[in-house]
């Protein structure tokens, strides 16, 4: 069974920072896209960033030059260190992965359970 599980959140000031992390577990044979999302209140989900196999990386306008993804294969771990926090980063941000599993062919898509990131202003 396949869990991807998120910690690092919490609350910080403005200005502050926060690293997020995401663990992979499971019987996968290989790591597609990684990425992560959020989803603020009233709001639809969207993407913050986003990494591939090879480590090619995108970002929202909004976090570009403050957020960082990367990846660490040997941990089956993504990361994502936020720097200067604004209040309107607050939101339920949630680790998204799409694996290929140990027999299977076709990569799917897998989901965390959120962490909550709480920005005071």
């Known amino acids: 069974q396949v869990q991807l599980v998120e910690s690092g959140g919490g609350l910080v000031q403005a200005g502050g920072s926060l690293r997020l992390s995401c663990a992979v577990s499971?019987?996968?044979?290989?790591?597609?896209?990684m990425r992560w999302l959020r989803q603020a209140p009233g709001k639809q989900r969207e993407l913050v960033a986003a990494?591939?196999?090879?480590?090619?990386?995108n970002y929202l306008d909004s976090v570009k030059g403050r957020f960082t993804i990367s990846r660490d294969n040997a941990k089956n771990t993504v990361y994502l260190q936020m720097n200067s926090l604004k209040h309107e980063d607050t939101a339920v941000y949630y680790c998204?992965?799409?694996?290929?599993?140990?027999?299977?062919?076709?990569?799917?898509?897998?989901w965390g359970q959120g962490t909550q990131v709480t920005v005071s202003s």
């Open positions: 998204n992965a799409d694996l290929i599993l140990r027999g299977g062919f076709v990569a799917k898509e897998y």
């Open positions: 499971g019987s996968i044979f290989s790591f597609n896209a």
């Open positions: 990494i591939t196999s090879d480590g090619s990386t």
